[in-house]
């Protein structure tokens, strides 16, 4: 075994967007990885009642293989890499679950949800999207929704979400705030990617960044390189320092190699017909990650490539899961959490 191999088999291995597992059959591809926790896309605009029918169909999967835990605490993480489970935790991308009722925060909550996305691109009763023509900040009901979550223990995520609407939740936020998955602006000018003033102040509140290997978001390449993602990762690092630089790798269901390029393509053109991308910031597929991390299932390419590069472990062990196992620990200490077992489910 190299030492790229033991130290990716030793470290918790945290991905904190993980669309791919749409489809829950996926699974194999990050347990296959080594990956310690995945945080699954339980809906991306859905309303509450699908929400909830997702969610309820998750907590049965998770329920009938061994080989998974529902993480509510990170207790949880803990216990899943000494039991070799994979952790799964909900993440909502987008506030359209919520509808206009804060209490469905609360019921989320109970269901395992621990992270929540402000907006999906476009603008929704919290503020405006990332892909947004306008830029008006965030709302009334979204300083109140920033509030529940910082209440209930719920992560604060500003991926897809616009400038002012990220920063003035970044204001109101008592705990520390996400990007989930975005890239600095500075190195790749897309909508989807985000500034250093974002970036700063996002760590200013004990967040994170987390680096996305989706490729329209890393430069004009159809197949870039390992080396260009683990650019952004050098990037954050610089700007954030180490402790607030994580992966939010975004796999996802139309990718190349996980579906033909045909259905590639109408998956595509409906998610632009029905306002979900836009086609001038989201080119169309095939979409290749970049080589070496093609697929979950090749993430310890990315643990050698950090050391090739020059990072010591204990930084490639931050970035590799423990600084959002930190953000886990610090966003979900509330007085709403529920009590914590040790037992295997």
């Keep these: 075994m190299t030492s790229a191999e033991a130290l990716h088999k030793d470290t918790i291995i945290i991905d904190g967007v993980c669309p791919l597992l749409m489809e829950k059959a996926n699974v194999d591809w990050y347990l296959d990885g080594g990956v310690t926790v995945a945080v699954p896309t339980v809906a991306i605009r859905e309303p ?35 039991s070799n489970q994979m952790g799964i935790v909900f993440h909502l991308q987008g506030t359209d679950p919520v509808e206009d009722d804060l209490n469905l925060l609360d019921a989320y ?31 009334i009901f979204g300083v109140e929704l920033v509030k529940r979550c910082n209440e209930l223990g719920i992560i604060v995520d500003g991926s897809h979400t616009g400038n002012r609407t990220t920063l003035e939740a970044i204001e109101a936020t008592t705990k520390p705030f996400v990007f989930s998955h975005a890239n600095s602006k500075a190195l790749y000018d897309s909508p989807r990617n985000i500034t250093d003033e974002q970036m700063k102040a996002c760590a200013a509140t004990g967040g994170l960044v987390g680096i996305v290997g989706f490729p329209g978001f890393l430069g004009s390449e ?16 610089e700007l954030i320092g180490p402790d607030h630089v994580g992966l939010g790798i975004d796999y996802y269901m139309g990718m190349s190699p996980i579906i033909p390029e045909d259905k590639a393509l109408a998956r595509y053109n409906d998610a632009v017909a029905t306002g979900r991308w836009d086609a001038q910031i989201y080119p169309p597929p095939p979409h290749y990650f ?25 930084t490639v062990t931050k970035i590799m ?9 610090e966003c979900w200490q509330s007085r709403h959490d529920l009590v914590q077992t040790d037992t295997p489910n």
């Design 222 to 237: 159809a197949r870039p390189s390992l080396d260009r993602f683990i650019t952004f990762i050098d990037y954050a690092v």
């Design 290 to 314: 970049p080589s070496g991390i093609e697929t979950p299932r090749s993430l310890m390419n990315l643990t050698a490539g950090l050391l090739d590069r020059g990072y010591a472990k204990e």
């Design 321 to 329: 899961g423990e600084n959002w196992l930190r953000v886990f620990k």
């Design 109 to 139: 909550k109970k269901l395992g949800v621990g992270m929540v996305q402000l907006t999906y691109n476009v603008k929704n009763r919290v503020g405006d999207g990332a892909c947004e023509r306008t830029d008006d900040g965030l709302s």
């Design 48 to 82: 509450a009642e699908q929400t909830l029918r997702n969610l309820g169909a998750w907590l049965r999967f998770i329920e009938t293989d061994k080989r998974l835990r529902l993480v509510r605490s990170s207790n949880d993480v803990q216990q899943a890499k000494a």
